[in-house]
């Protein structure tokens, strides 16, 4: 028996099924960046950090950043790895430093405070989103968890990571995918 080689994820959605066995992930919509032979690399963006914002994380934030709207940007949980660390996802149309990764995706991903300053000057992107963290799997790992039922995979509506509220965004995904979720079975197999 041969296994059907996973197509890559990157600019999917990923639905966390009911029953995830990790309370991270819990009811969880993580928009992927990539995904190769070398492992998956994902953003929860569904999950908001509970009453942090942008003034909140940057203790020494520039003072031209400080002084904007941005200081209430707020923040949401990406993931597990590294989640001392911040992430920009933005629209396209900002791709100023090295440290933008948008690799045939409609939207980039910023790791550099400059996002931040350029768009307090009014020549940062038209919109972001600001995360701690990532969700990140090894080689051979986000496929495996596949094949347990541990997600559902969606085509990614990219206006909703930027607009949609947290609380309903998973309900959407699964609503337009036409699925119920009670009536899903945790277990799976291969006809």
Known sequence: MTQTPVQSLQGQFLLAMPSMGDPRFLRSVVYMVAHDSEGAMGFIINKR?????????????????????????????????????????????????????????????????????????????????LFLGYAGWGPGQIEGELQDNAWLVCDANIAEIFTSQSDDLYEKCVAAMGIDLALLSNEGGEA
């Open 49 to 129: 950090a509970e009453g942090l914002s942008l003034g909140d994380i940057l203790k020494d934030m520039p003072e031209t950043v400080a002084k904007t709207g941005l200081v209430n940007l707020p923040v949401y949980v990406g993931g597990p790895v590294q989640n001392d660390r911040g992430f920009v996802l933005h629209t396209s149309d900002y791709e100023k430093t090295q440290n933008s990764l948008s690799q045939e995706l409609p939207i980039a991903l910023t790791q550099s405070a400059d996002v931040l300053v350029d768009a307090a000057h009014g020549r940062g992107p038209e919109k972001m989103r």
